[in-house]
């Protein structure tokens, strides 16, 4: 490992490379400041240093100048290659530090000062909160659902899309375009089918970090879809859809459930529950639960046992709101089966998508955040205990 030689050192720039600022060309930002260091021989005097989000995600790029305490929004080329040089426009200075007063530019946004004002009527955000994936096709599915929510909602309430990972706008840029528009309170409501890591973990933090930069707003958290009597409907519709008639006995058919998986216990056993649950409301033999990763049984397992349990018809049934990549294999694989059990009768069902009942849920779950009756708040609460003993560092979940 090399070990730099910093007796010549008078500068360290530090460059964010945190998610916001990289998907803003963060990576082309570090690579002309590092040039430029090259170009003029100032490798021993200048050196750089990739960092994670440094809180100003706004202003992306964000550089920061040491010892002197510049903080640059860079969106230029010319304005990286300037740091270099200490000759950088006053429009591209967030703020800086000159004899030990910290001086901000007038030129520049003043941070949350933007987006105080004068005490008036309370104006609240829904912020829907989908998972994200990297088919855009999901991502154009969530979209257009809470659009056609929309006609449902309080006109006087902001409603706004944002995403965990692999689609835009992040949660980090939701919330700050709910604030733009003058949000007081932010009502933010998951996307999500089971309670597990998203939910109790991700999502929290980015509400906890958003505290730290809107101190002047409230937040409130809302829960997740969980197991709700309405998801039953909408699981027995697409079974009827698939041709499968939930008033008649089936001796010979199995119903096989199968949701993405995940690490946390109790969102799987969660999932075992709802098979359960399904199968008390079905005049079949088998209802199966099965994953498409990270734990097990495996779809594959669950075929099996289906087979072996003497099922002669087996409906795939997705535990899915949106399609996407995994919903892409999961129709691969009902393709395969019928190749490799061509005795069975293999059909697939399909995924939540734009149901009315999946609208009802979210609506109950936006209102409950609303009046104050969600259980989300006490996820926050347990976060908050979570990262006090254990700790936490707040990243972005963006692709």
Not at 66 to 73: C, D, I, N, R
Not at 203 to 231: L, M, R
Not at 275 to 281: A, G, P, Q, V
Not at 291 to 302: A, I, K, N, S
Request: net charge negative; with cysteine; aromatic share 8%.
């Amino acid at each position: 490992m090399t070990t730099w030689n910093l007796t010549q050192m008078q500068r360290h720039i530090l460059i964010c490379n945190g998610a916001t600022c990289m998907g803003a060309g963060a990576e082309e930002v570090t690579k002309q400041i590092r040039d430029e260091i090259r170009k003029n021989r100032l490798d021993e005097n200048i050196h750089t240093s990739r960092t994670r989000c440094n809180g100003r995600c706004k202003d992306k790029c964000v550089v920061i100048d040491y010892p002197k305490g510049t903080w640059y929004s860079v969106q230029h080329e010319e304005t990286a290659r300037d740091i270099v040089h200490e000759e950088v426009k006053e429009d591209a200075i967030i703020y800086s530090m000159e004899h030990d007063v910290r001086k901000r530019s007038e030129n520049r946004i003043k941070g949350i000062d933007k987006y105080k004002k004068d005490k008036g009527p309370i104006q609240k955000a829904v912020l829907f909160v989908g998972h994200g994936s990297r088919l855009e096709a999901g991502n154009i599915e969530v979209r257009e659902f809470i659009g056609q929510m929309k006609e449902y909602i309080d006109p006087a309430l902001l409603v706004e899309t944002c995403f965990l990972e692999f689609a835009s706008p992040n949660i980090e840029d939701g919330i700050q375009l709910c604030v733009e528009q003058g949000a007081d309170e932010i009502h933010v409501i998951p996307i999500i089918l089971l309670h597990a890591g998203h939910s109790k973990l991700h999502i929290p933090a980015e509400i906890e970090h958003a505290k730290e930069h809107f101190p002047d707003v409230q937040f409130a958290y809302g829960q997740t879809i969980g197991i709700h009597e309405e998801v039953f409907e909408i699981l027995k519709s697409r079974l009827t859809e698939a041709g499968f008639d939930v008033d008649q006995k089936h001796e010979d058919t199995a119903i096989l459930l199968i949701g993405r998986g995940g690490s946390d216990p109790y969102a799987n056993g969660d999932f075992y529950k709802i098979s359960r649950l399904l199968w008390e409301k079905l005049n079949v033999p088998i209802v199966e639960s099965a994953f498409m990763g990270v734990t097990t049984p495996t779809v594959q397992d669950g075929m099996e046992r289906c087979i072996k349990l003497g099922a002669k018809k087996i409906i795939m049934l997705p535990y899915f709101l949106f399609t996407g990549i995994l919903m892409e294999r999961m129709n691969k694989m009902a393709e395969q089966f019928k190749e490799s059990y061509p005795h069975v009768s293999i059909d697939i069902a399909q995924y939540f998508g734009y149901h009315p009942k999946l609208r009802t849920v979210l609506l109950e779950r936006m209102n409950q955040a609303l009046n104050g009756t969600s259980t989300g708040m006490q996820d926050l609460e347990n976060f908050r205990k979570y990262a006090k003993e254990h700790g936490y560092e707040h990243h972005h979940h963006h692709n």
